[in-house]
């Protein structure tokens, strides 16, 4: 099984300006700030339906969308929220969407993250978790029909990478050569199944590689190193190699939504991944090689904080959505009668 590659010349993230990665912390912090701003807001009862975090993989997500080009399609998933956040989504716009306010980017009339954005290059997901994955094979092939230097790029679950979607999609893209790549979580758990009761091998890229899709795994929890894995494969989809699986070691150290109380989890798990958390390591890392001391981090978060208190205020005033436009965009108007039934009248047929 391959590990993380580099590019020649190093690894891609040494050629990363202090501003660009102090930029990728920035969208950490804000990525569990805004969740636990949401977590509250939930057991207040003001988020509508569900509420799924990323706990302990938000490191990967952001680290994965960093690594693409600005015009790269990007399909997120429920767990993929510092993604969007990436692609310019502004935190009023996500917690708009969880209180099924107006303002919010489906106008109310859904939930969570489920929207998108074809000028922002975001696709939106698919509820029946794997069938993104031809869908995003499509993009990629739209792409490389047109022309263009794009490289598509979703996230999949352990359990999603079980289903035949999963297959299907990359068994075409690989066929095809095409410019896809797939960021396949390992954060142990299918819902409340663990990994090792629904999959009978031992890694995702095994699974990839039956297909003849290239496959890495790599650390999950270190930002860097998800960067640099993501980047080199973006680099060899867009030269022609064809699809890849980059299989990321982590874990969610949240429920499958936040009304899920993770009894099945064992005792002292959670605890023991606590320590290898993503933002405190990449903390670490930035302290270490000199991108930031203290008080330049310490900013950061400050600024996080009180962008946040603006952004949810904006999104609490924004109103509820007008019933009256229930039914908009949902069905398509039919053509009149009279327009319909005029050739048949006149005899034309």
């Known amino acids: 099984?391959?590990?993380?590659?580099?590019?020649?010349?190093?690894?891609?993230?040494?050629?990363?300006?202090?501003?660009?990665?102090?930029?990728?912390?920035?969208?950490?912090?804000?990525?569990?700030?805004?969740?636990?701003?949401?977590?509250?807001?939930?057991?207040?009862?003001?988020?509508?339906?569900?509420?799924?975090?990323?706990?302990?993989?938000?490191?990967?997500?952001?680290?994965?969308?960093?690594?693409?080009?600005?015009?790269?399609?990007?399909?997120?998933?429920?767990?993929?929220?510092?993604?969007?956040?990436?692609?310019?989504?502004?935190?009023?716009?996500?917690?708009?969407?969880?209180?099924?306010?107006?303002?919010?980017?489906?106008?109310?009339?859904?939930?969570?993250?489920?929207?998108?954005?074809?000028?922002?290059?975001?696709?939106?997901?698919?509820?029946?978790?794997?069938?993104?994955?031809?869908?995003?094979?499509?993009?990629?092939l739209a792409a490389t029909l047109r022309g263009e230097d794009r490289v598509a790029l979703t996230y999949i679950g352990d359990g999603g990478s079980s289903t035949g979607a999963f297959a299907e999609g990359l068994h075409l893209a690989a066929v095809w050569k095409l410019p896809l790549l797939v960021v396949a979580e390992?954060?142990?758990?299918?819902?409340?199944?663990?990994?090792?009761r629904q999959m009978a091998v031992d890694s995702m890229v095994r699974k990839a590689e039956g297909l003849g899709v290239d496959g890495v795994r790599v650390d999950g929890n270190d930002v860097l190193a998800v960067y640099d894995a993501v980047r080199t494969a973006r680099e060899r989809a867009a030269a022609g190699a064809g699809p890849a699986v980059i299989e990321v070691l982590t874990y969610r150290r949240k429920g499958h939504a936040e009304h899920d109380m993770q009894k099945y989890v064992p005792a002292g798990e959670i605890e023991t991944w606590e320590k290898n958390d993503p933002l405190d390591r990449y903390r670490a890392t930035l302290l270490a090689d000199g991108t930031g001391d203290e008080e330049v981090l310490a900013a950061i978060e400050t600024e996080v904080a009180e962008t946040l208190e603006i952004e949810i205020a904006a999104a609490e005033a924004s109103p509820f959505p007008d019933p009256d436009v229930a039914l908009q965009d949902v069905y398509a108007e039919p053509p009149r009668a009279t327009d319909t039934l005029a050739p048949y009248r006149d005899g034309a047929r």
């Open 1 to 140: 099984m391959a590990q993380a590659s580099t590019s020649e010349g190093g690894r891609p993230s040494e050629t990363l300006s202090a501003e660009r990665k102090l930029e990728m912390f920035r969208w950490i912090v804000l990525t569990r700030r805004l969740e636990e701003r949401l977590t509250n807001l939930y057991r207040q009862n003001r988020v509508v339906g569900g509420l799924y975090r990323s706990l302990g993989q938000e490191g990967e997500t952001v680290a994965a969308a960093c690594a693409l080009e600005p015009g790269d399609p990007i399909g997120p998933l429920i767990r993929n929220l510092g993604a969007l956040l990436v692609r310019g989504y502004r935190p009023r716009d996500i917690a708009m969407q969880y209180m099924a306010r107006a303002g919010g980017p489906t106008g109310g009339k859904d939930l969570n993250v489920h929207f998108g954005d074809p000028a922002r290059g975001v696709i939106p997901p698919v509820s029946m978790l794997g069938d993104l994955v031809p869908v995003m094979a499509g993009t990629a």
């Open 186 to 196: 390992a954060n142990h758990y299918a819902y409340s199944t663990p990994t090792a």
